[in-house]
């Protein structure tokens, strides 16, 4: 098995590693969809500013992604009704080109899964849009235990998705949607589209 991202990993040993994958793991907010869906919450409700704020430190790194969960939470203070009529009268936007790279690695055999810490009706809304199973973070080591993995990828645009590796065995920073310093930074491998990755997987 390749060696854990953060030990001596190279962007080539991440692309061969992608390659050969046995599960990728996607983020979904600003990642797998174009926008931050407790950001668009806030918007709807009218408090965007200050939990948009939130957001950028937690995505960023500077604040824990729980503590930003909690005080965002409780700035919007929404009801049910209020994120489902969200979904109806604004369905999240998928990233142009995951359906295709979703539909590239399912063909392939690999297993995909979304993981995610949003609100769940908005992922398994987009999960049903993918035709992909639903699981919340820090599951990646329940998931190669549970399914005998040896090689998993993470993919996600923020800090807090960097943090699942390991138990991931490689991150791909993702800049398609917006571009977070630190991501672009500290990842190996950092891609602004999903067409670098379809690309990628053409070499096989």
């Not at 995505?59 to 979904?87: D, P, W, Y």
């Not at 993981?115 to 849009?129: L, M, P």
Request: hydrophobic share 40%; proline share 3%; charged share 25%.
């Amino acid at each position: 098995m390749m060696r854990l991202i953060g030990t001596m990993t190279t962007l080539a040993q991440t692309k061969e590693l992608f390659r050969g994958a046995d599960a990728v793991c996607f983020d979904v907010d600003s990642t797998v969809i174009r926008e931050e869906g407790i950001d668009e919450l806030a918007k709807f409700c009218g408090v965007g500013d200050a939990v948009t704020e939130m957001t950028r430190k937690a995505m960023g790194g500077s604040v824990s992604f729980k503590t930003a969960l909690t005080e965002r939470l409780s700035i919007i203070r929404c009801s049910r009704e209020q994120v489902n009529k969200l979904i109806t009268d604004h369905p999240p936007q998928l990233t142009p080109g995951i359906k295709e790279l979703v539909n590239r690695l399912q063909h392939r055999g690999v297993k995909v899964f979304l993981i995610s810490g949003g609100f769940r009706c908005i992922v398994e809304h987009v999960a049903t849009q993918l035709n992909i199973p639903l699981h919340h973070g820090k599951v990646i080591s329940m998931l190669k235990e549970m399914y005998g993995f040896e090689k998993v990828v993470m993919i996600g645009d923020g800090a807090t998705d960097m943090e699942a590796c390991p138990p991931a065995n490689a991150f791909i920073g993702f800049g398609g949607n917006v571009i977070r310093p630190q991501v672009k930074e500290k990842s190996l491998w950092f891609v602004t589209s999903f067409g670098e990755l379809l690309k990628e997987l053409e070499k096989i």
